[in-house]
């Protein structure tokens, strides 16, 4: 009897096995997790070419970097948003863009650091999360980097006067500071480095069929303005932080 239950649990589990593994990272307005639900903005867009494309999908909480590795290694395994990087070409395929972000360079309002350029930023110390494009970015131009495993850990970082600057999307760091408990007022943004496009990405040995209705449904989404009507439904959450 008992060894009846555990075959019918294991049938059930696999009638119900979702298409792909969704893994996202923390990356607020676009996509995070609060109180293990997924959501922002990037989440309502994949969603939507979800439901549009056919396709079930189950969303795992991993660390940044590990999702990233997964998002290369396994079958019908994606991740969202990444960042676009020519380095980064042929670790994935590309969907999109699914939205636009600027990366800036946050530090303690105290220390009243002021940049003006790249350079001016070389001279202070620089945390950043391992996998993260803006870490990528910067050590590909010579940045030494102060890896963490976690965006959270970058920003306490910060906070501990361990490192100077805190490279984050200009929009997300008021958001995960909140959901540390930190006074965003702390933090304040003091260079614009960058503006990239972010991407949903899936796995080289994802199946070629689920890869190509996601394409369609994001064809789909943006002909009837679904898309645009998403990125307006977010529009004054990217106001600029005030300095």
């Given at each position: 009897m008992?060894?009846?239950i555990v075959l019918l649990a294991l049938s059930l589990h696999t009638a119900v096995a979702a298409d792909l593994t969704m893994m996202i990272g923390d990356n607020p307005p676009f996509n995070s997790f609060?109180?293990?639900?997924?959501?922002?903005?990037?989440v309502d867009i994949v969603d939507e070419m979800l439901k549009r494309a056919g396709l079930t999908a189950q969303y795992?909480?991993?660390p940044w970097a590990r999702l990233f590795n997964l998002a290369q290694s396994e079958a019908n395994h994606c991740a969202y948003t990444v960042g676009r990087l020519p380095e980064r070409e042929a670790m994935f395929q590309w969907i999109g863009p699914i939205a636009f972000n600027q990366w800036a360079f946050f530090a303690l309002r105290e220390r009243n650091i002021k940049l003006n350029s790249l350079d001016d930023a070389r001279k202070y110390t620089v945390a950043g999360q391992r996998k993260d494009a803006k870490a990528t970015w910067l050590e590909g131009r010579g940045f030494q980097i102060d890896y963490a495993t976690e965006e959270r850990q970058a920003l306490l970082k910060l906070m501990a006067k361990r490192i100077d600057l805190y490279p984050v999307g200009l929009f997300s760091a008021d958001d995960i500071a909140k959901r540390h408990q930190i006074d965003p007022k702390l933090l304040q943004p003091v260079l614009v480095f960058n503006r990239v496009e972010n991407y949903l990405v899936c796995s080289p040995s994802t199946d070629a069929k689920f890869i190509a209705k996601l394409q369609q449904a994001l064809v789909s989404i943006k002909a009837d303005k679904t898309l645009q009507k998403i990125w307006?439904?977010?529009e004054a959450e990217f106001e600029k932080p005030a300095n």
């Amino acid at each position: 009897m008992r060894l009846s239950i555990v075959l019918l649990a294991l049938s059930l589990h696999t009638a119900v096995a979702a298409d792909l593994t969704m893994m996202i990272g923390d990356n607020p307005p676009f996509n995070s997790f609060h109180k293990d639900k997924a959501q922002g903005m990037a989440v309502d867009i994949v969603d939507e070419m979800l439901k549009r494309a056919g396709l079930t999908a189950q969303y795992p909480v991993y660390p940044w970097a590990r999702l990233f590795n997964l998002a290369q290694s396994e079958a019908n395994h994606c991740a969202y948003t990444v960042g676009r990087l020519p380095e980064r070409e042929a670790m994935f395929q590309w969907i999109g863009p699914i939205a636009f972000n600027q990366w800036a360079f946050f530090a303690l309002r105290e220390r009243n650091i002021k940049l003006n350029s790249l350079d001016d930023a070389r001279k202070y110390t620089v945390a950043g999360q391992r996998k993260d494009a803006k870490a990528t970015w910067l050590e590909g131009r010579g940045f030494q980097i102060d890896y963490a495993t976690e965006e959270r850990q970058a920003l306490l970082k910060l906070m501990a006067k361990r490192i100077d600057l805190y490279p984050v999307g200009l929009f997300s760091a008021d958001d995960i500071a909140k959901r540390h408990q930190i006074d965003p007022k702390l933090l304040q943004p003091v260079l614009v480095f960058n503006r990239v496009e972010n991407y949903l990405v899936c796995s080289p040995s994802t199946d070629a069929k689920f890869i190509a209705k996601l394409q369609q449904a994001l064809v789909s989404i943006k002909a009837d303005k679904t898309l645009q009507k998403i990125w307006d439904k977010y529009e004054a959450e990217f106001e600029k932080p005030a300095n």
